[in-house]
C-alpha cells in the first residue's frame, strides 16, 4: 500500500488554490520556462524563427514578397491536411489516403461543374465524395476492427484508381469566376487565411468543444472512454470524415491556385508532408495528445527548410536528406523535452 | 432499512451469464439489491465480479439471463442507457483519461456546455463544481488543472468515486475503489459511502478485496465463486472471521483441484 498521498490536513482548505504558493518556490526564470515550453507549440516556433533568420542572413532573398508567397503555396495546403490528420491521430488512428483524396475532391468538382451545378454546389459535392471515403475509413476501421493503417492503405490504392480512371490520367482545367478562384486558392493571401483561419477554429474545437474532448478520450484510454458512455466508434469515424474532407478542400484549393487538375498531384508526397507536419509540431502517434496550431507551425517549417534549401541551391535529393534529419532531430528534441517538461511539476 | 420488502428492489439480476468466446466469465448469477442498501461483492481474482459490474453499467452485454430495474425488465443497450436510468460506476480501471485535467475527467460525458449544438465546454462551471466535490469529500490533489497522470493512485481513485458520486446515481457501483490508498484516504470513502447510505436511497454495490474493510458499512454480503453467488448473507448475520473461513476453504479447494487436475 503505497501512502503517496498529499497530507495536508487542514479540511477547509480549497483544492486548487494551492499549488500556485508552493510553486513560487523556483526562480522566476524557470517558472517563465517552464510555461512557455508547456506550450508544445512554442519551441516549433522557435525552430521557425531561426530558420527564417539563418535563411534571411544566407539569402536576403528569403523575406522578398514572392518568396514568401512561394512559401505560402507550399505550407497551407499541408496544413490543412495535417489539421485533419491531428484529429485523427488524436483519436488514436491514422489515415494514409488523405493525399489521394485530395488528388480525387477536385476531379468530382470539375465532373459535377461540367454537369450544370455552380460551381460553390460543385465544391460541396466534391467534399461529400471526400467525406464517403472518410466514412469508409471509419466504418471499416471501427466496425470490422481492422488497424487503420490497413483500412486507409486499401483506400488509398482504391482512390488513386478511382481517380486515374474517371480521370483518364490527364489534367483539366477548373473554370469558375475570377473572384471565385483567387478566394479559393489562387491568391496566396486567401490561401493563407484559409489555413490560418481552419488552424484556429479546429484548435478551438480540438481544445474546447466536446467534440475535442471526446476525441482526446478516445485516443487516451479507448476502454475507458468507452466505459464512461463516449462512442468511440464515432467519434473516430468524425474525425476520419473530418480528415478527408480537409484533404478533399486543400486539393480543391490548390486545383484553382494552379489553375489545373492534376490527376497525379499530392498522392503520398503531400500526404507524409502533413503527416510530418503534424508529428513535428507536437502531436503525438500514440493518440490522446495533438495540437492544431502545432500542424499549422510544423508546416511553415516544412515549407521555410524546402524553400530556404531551394534558395541556397540545395538539390532536391539533398533536401530530403535534410528533411529526414530534421524530422528525427526535432522529435528527438521534443520528446526530451517533455519529459523535462513533466519532471518538473511532478 | 435493510428490510428487503419488494416494494424497495432496486436492481435485480436473474440466471446472469457471461462467455468470453471459450471462457466463462459468469455462469449463472442470481443477484438482488434493495434502495438503501450497501451490498459487498466478494470473490477470488478472475471470479467474475468486473464482468458482472460492467453488465450493470451496461458496457459488457450478457450471454444470457435477465435484469430488473425498479421492478420492470430492462435490457441495457449502452453504458448511456445505464447512466440516464441512474447507474453510476467507478471501474477497477478507474475509466480516466491521463491527458485530461482532474475537472475536464471529472465530466467526462456529461460535460456542460454552452452554445447549444456547439458543445462548447463550459470549464469554468466544471472546474469550480469540481473544486466543491472534490473538497466535500476530503480528496486532496494538489490542483484540478494538473492532468490526471501527475497524480498518485489514491487521488486518482478519489476523484473516481467523486464522479460517480457527484451524479446523484440510484445504483452506485465501485469495483474495489480503495485498492490503491492509504488507510486514511479509504477510511475517507468509506465516510462518503456512509453518508450516502444514511441518505437512505442509493443503492450501492462495493467490490472489494479487503473485506473487512468494508464491512462495517455493508448491510449484506454475496461471494461469487464460479460464476454463481453461493454466499448471500446479512451482516448481521455474519462475521468477518466466518468470511475469512469462506475464503480460506474457498482458497484450500482451489489448490486442491489445481493439484488434482
Ligand atoms: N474482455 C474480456 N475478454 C476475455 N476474457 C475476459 C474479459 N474480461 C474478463 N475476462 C475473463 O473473465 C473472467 C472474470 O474476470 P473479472 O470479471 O475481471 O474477474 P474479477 O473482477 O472477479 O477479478 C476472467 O477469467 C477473465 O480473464
Ligand atoms: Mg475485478
Not at chain 1, 524553400?307 to 541556397?312: E, P, Q, Y
Not at chain 2, 436473474?14 to 434493495?34: F, M, P, S, W
Not at chain 2, 460506476?89 to 452554445?115: H, S, T
Request: hydrophobic share 50%.
Amino acid at each position: 500500500m503505497s501512502q503517496s498521498l498529499d497530507t495536508r490536513s487542514s479540511p477547509g482548505a480549497t483544492p486548487g488554490e494551492g499549488p500556485d504558493a508552493t510553486r513560487q518556490a523556483s526562480p522566476a526564470w524557470r517558472r517563465l520556462a517552464r510555461l512557455a515550453l508547456r506550450q508544445r507549440e512554442v519551441s516549433i516556433f522557435l525552430a521557425g524563427v531561426l530558420l527564417v533568420l539563418y535563411f534571411q542572413f544566407s539569402n536576403s532573398a528569403f523575406l522578398s514578397t514572392d518568396n514568401l508567397a512561394n512559401l505560402v503555396q507550399f505550407s497551407a495546403t499541408t496544413a490543412i491536411i495535417a489539421a485533419g490528420e491531428v484529429f485523427v491521430l488524436v483519436s488514436g488512428e491514422l489515415d494514409l489516403s488523405v493525399g489521394m483524396v485530395y488528388a480525387l475532391t477536385p476531379f468530382v468538382m470539375f465532373f459535377a461543374a461540367g454537369a450544370g451545378l455552380p460551381v460553390g454546389l460543385a465544391v460541396i459535392v466534391g467534399l461529400l465524395a471526400a467525406g464517403a471515403v472518410g466514412l469508409v475509413n471509419g466504418v471499416v476501421t471501427t466496425v470490422l476492427g481492422l488497424p487503420a493503417f490497413v483500412t486507409t492503405l486499401g483506400t488509398l490504392f482504391l482512390v488513386n484508381g478511382l481517380t486515374l480512371t474517371i480521370s483518364g490520367g490527364f489534367p483539366v482545367q477548373p473554370t469558375a469566376s475570377g473572384t471565385f478562384t483567387s478566394l479559393f486558392g489562387a491568391s496566396p493571401l486567401a490561401e493563407l487565411g484559409w489555413a490560418v483561419l481552419l488552424a484556429l477554429v479546429l484548435q478551438f474545437v480540438l481544445n474546447k468543444t466536446r467534440w475535442g474532448l471526446h476525441t482526446i478520450g478516445t485516443g487516451g484510454n479507448p476502454v475507458g472512454a468507452a466505459e464512461v458512455g463516449i462512442k468511440v466508434r464515432l467519434i473516430k469515424t468524425g474525425n476520419f470524415v473530418l480528415c478527408a474532407a480537409l484533404g478533399g478542400f486543400a486539393g480543391v484549393l490548390d486545383a484553382f491556385r494552379i489553375g489545373s487538375i492534376d490527376p497525379l498531384a499530392g498522392g503520398n508526397d503531400i500526404m507524409f508532408a502533413a503527416m510530418a507536419a503534424a508529428v513535428i509540431g507536437g502531436t503525438l502517434l500514440t493518440g490522446g495528445s495533438g495540437t492544431v496550431i502545432g500542424a499549422l507551425l510544423g508546416a511553415a517549417v516544412l515549407g521555410i527548410l524546402k524553400d530556404g534549401f531551394t534558395l541556397l541551391g540545395v538539390s532536391a535529393y539533398t533536401f530530403d536528406m535534410i528533411l529526414g534529419a530534421a524530422i528525427l532531430v526535432t522529435m528527438a528534441i521534443n520528446v526530451r523535452l517533455s519529459i523535462w517538461r513533466d519532471q518538473g511539476e511532478g | 432499512m435493510a428490510d428487503a420488502s419488494t416494494g424497495r428492489e432496486l436492481l435485480r439480476a436473474e440466471h446472469i451469464a457471461k462467455n468470453y468466446g471459450q471462457v466463462t466469465a459468469l455462469t449463472d448469477i442470481n443477484l438482488r439489491i434493495d434502495r438503501g442498501e450497501v451490498l459487498g461483492l466478494l470473490g477470488d481474482n478472475g471470479a467474475g465480479k468486473s464482468t458482472l459490474m460492467k453488465i450493470f453499467t451496461g458496457f459488457v452485454k450478457p450471454s444470457s439471463g435477465q435484469l430488473h430495474f425498479d421492478g420492470k425488465p430492462v435490457e441495457l443497450s449502452s453504458v448511456s442507457h445505464a447512466r440516464s436510468l441512474g447507474i453510476e460506476a467507478v471501474y477497477q480501471d478507474l475509466a480516466l483519461i491521463n491527458e485530461l485535467n482532474v475537472y475536464r475527467n471529472m465530466f467526462l460525458q456529461r460535460e456542460p456546455v454552452k452554445g447549444r449544438f456547439l458543445g462548447i465546454l463550459d470549464d469554468k462551471k466544471m472546474r469550480a463544481a469540481a473544486i466543491e466535490q472534490l473538497d466535500r469529500m476530503g480528496v486532496r490533489i494538489p490542483s484540478v488543472d494538473v492532468p490526471v497522470a501527475k497524480l498518485s493512485g489514491g487521488q486518482r481513485q478519489g476523484i473516481a468515486v467523486a464522479r460517480s458520486v457527484y451524479q446523484k446515481a440510484r445504483l452506485l457501483l465501485l469495483d474495489e475503489p480503495t485498492a490503491a490508498m492509504g488507510a486514511k484516504e479509504s477510511a475517507l470513502i468509506l465516510d462518503v459511502i456512509q453518508r450516502l447510505k444514511d441518505e437512505g436511497e442509493m443503492g450501492i454495490i462495493i467490490i472489494a478485496h479487503n473485506y473487512a474493510q468494508i464491512f462495517d458499512v455493508c448491510d449484506r454480503v454475496n461471494l461469487v465463486e464460479g460464476g454463481r453467488i453461493v454466499f448471500d448473507k446479512k451482516t448481521s448475520e455474519t462475521s468477518v472471521e466466518e468470511l475469512t473461513d469462506m475464503v480460506v476453504r474457498e482458497y484450500r479447494e482451489a489448490r486442491r483441484s489445481v493439484q488434482a487436475g
